[in-house]
């Protein structure tokens, strides 16, 4: 049953048995050397469906996709990686019936095509994928660790295929599969014909994306940062802005979870980082004081092993010492990330002399022992308690204690979101170190920036007063 189960008469159909070795001749485990191929289920498919006119039975296609695959490579290496689908895959033919059939998939995925029946409804196949994934749920014991996963399934019934072949049905599932993992994990869908259309969506979103991070229309706008004790400039942060020909500025929150979602956090990060370092040597020849320039970093672009290296290289060429950068990070981020990879990278970039800013501090519960393990060299408020501080007790407060836990860390201090002059004066009364926001600028071109610092520099002047507003 278990040899039905991984295959091997199909196999033998079409010409013999598999080696147990991967096209690119490296060995692999048996339960996965012994799997069929995209083309042999597809086939396997084909025969199906091509009699389900006569016999009146049909198949199933399921599309098997692992959550969080990455996080498991990056934090055990591949061959931890290749144990578990082999594990995986066993586990997966020993709850399937003899002369269903289980095929690897490029990337780490399963494609599992159940042998024809004459009903097929969608409650038992719901049943099915769910007892696909109870086999997988049961930690994976390797090398003395616990490795628990999960997976996101799709399925498509053989009626429902857009076209009566193999190949067809294992896309519909695929797509159900890639619908299943965006609201995962865990999550199991049925193929809809409406999923095609909305994957052809976001396929040509992600063309146009591509389209505008390589021709120049997705780059950095600059708002900068003011030291509250001098009103000098203090830094600019780069923020990413989608220039469009057609419809003008597309603000962040429209384009920024298409850019996650199609994969393009580190492509989007690498062309922010060159214009941002760029702009830092521009301001140089120019005689113009900018101090730093901030760069958010995505936690796609945190789990980079080799990110220090890159970051590195980077300044190298434009001849640029690391302290010139600030890496932003979401405090969400470090709250939530127990990623070797991750706090490593973190940790070798305040090494080579990056300032480390935690982002938007106060909404992630970042712990002050991850603070200290992070290396964060600054605290950036966030906004929500900036709005009304020159007029709301309780703003002061929380504020007030934030500053207070960031002097007695010895950490720098920026509040984000200053609109008024009133909130500024507060900040500054308060202790907060830097300021941004609104009031000052709004984010601006690189070639607008020239200007606002010769005029910024212009009309410095004393500290302002808080307004009567305060109380």
């Keep these: 049953m278990m040899m039905t189960a991984l295959g091997l008469p ?6 013999g048995a598999f080696r147990g070795r991967d096209p690119a001749g490296m060995p692999l485990p048996d339960a996965l050397g012994g799997l ?4 042999h289920i597809t086939q396997f498919m084909d025969r199906a469906l091509q009699d389900t006119a006569i016999t009146g039975r049909s198949t199933v296609c399921f599309v ?3 959550d969080d695959a990455d996080v498991l490579l990056d934090r055990h290496g591949r061959a931890v990686q290749t144990e578990v689908l082999a ?3 066993e586990r997966l033919c020993a709850v399937l019936r003899e002369g269903d059939t289980v095929a690897r998939l490029e990337g780490g995925g399963f494609a599992i095509a159940l042998a024809p029946v004459r009903r097929m409804d969608l409650e038992k196949m719901v049943q099915t994928a769910a007892r696909l994934q109870s086999a997988l749920a049961p930690p994976i014991s390797i090398d003395a660790a616990r490795l628990y996963v999960t997976c996101s399934i799709g399925f498509c019934l053989g009626a429902q295929s857009p076209l009566p072949n193999g190949a067809a049905l294992l896309d519909a599932a695929q797509v159900a599969a890639d619908e299943a993992q965006r609201n995962g994990p865990g999550a199991i869908r049925v193929f809809q014909a409406g999923m095609a259309r909305k994957r052809a969506d976001r396929d040509a979103l992600r063309s146009d994306l591509e389209a505008a991070l390589d021709n120049g229309q997705i780059r950095p706008f600059f708002q900068p940062q003011i030291c509250t004790d001098t009103g000098a400039i203090s830094g600019f942060e780069a923020l990413a802005r989608w220039v469009h020909p057609e419809r003008g500025t597309i603000p962040p929150i429209e384009f920024l979870p298409a850019i996650e979602d199609a994969g393009l956090s580190e492509r989007l990060g690498e062309v922010i980082l060159y214009h941002a370092l760029a702009a830092l040597v521009r301001w140089d020849k120019a005689g113009l004081r900018v101090p730093n320039v901030g760069v958010n970093f995505s936690s796609a672009e945190l789990r980079n092993p080799r990110l220090a290296e890159k970051l590195k290289w980077e300044l190298d060429r434009f001849d640029l010492t690391p302290d010139r950068l600030c890496v932003e990070i979401l405090e969400t981020v470090i709250a939530e990330t127990d990623n070797d990879v991750i706090v490593l990278n973190i940790s070798a970039l305040a090494k080579l002399g990056c300032g480390i800013d935690l982002d938007d501090f106060g909404t992630g519960h970042a712990s002050i022992t991850n603070i200290r393990r992070f290396a964060v060299r600054r605290i950036k408020i966030d906004r929500s308690f900036v709005i009304k501080v020159d007029e709301d007790r309780e703003q002061q407060k929380l504020v007030s204690g934030i500053l207070s836990l960031a002097e007695r860390m010895g950490l720098e201090t920026l ?11 507060m900040l500054a009364q308060l202790g907060c170190g830097h300021v941004q926001g609104f009031l000052f600028a709004r984010p601006m071109p690189f070639d607008d920036t020239h200007d606002w ?3 910024h520099q212009s009309r410095r002047a004393a500290p302002p007063r808080i307004g009567s507003r305060a109380r």
């Design 10 to 15: 199909l196999l033998f159909a079409f010409g």
């Design 36 to 39: 069929a191929l995209r083309q």
């Design 64 to 66: 098997v996709q692992f």
């Design 87 to 89: 594990r995986s895959a």
């Design 415 to 425: 509040a984000e979101g200053v609109e008024t002059q009133g909130e500024h004066a």
């Design 453 to 455: 610092i010769i005029q």
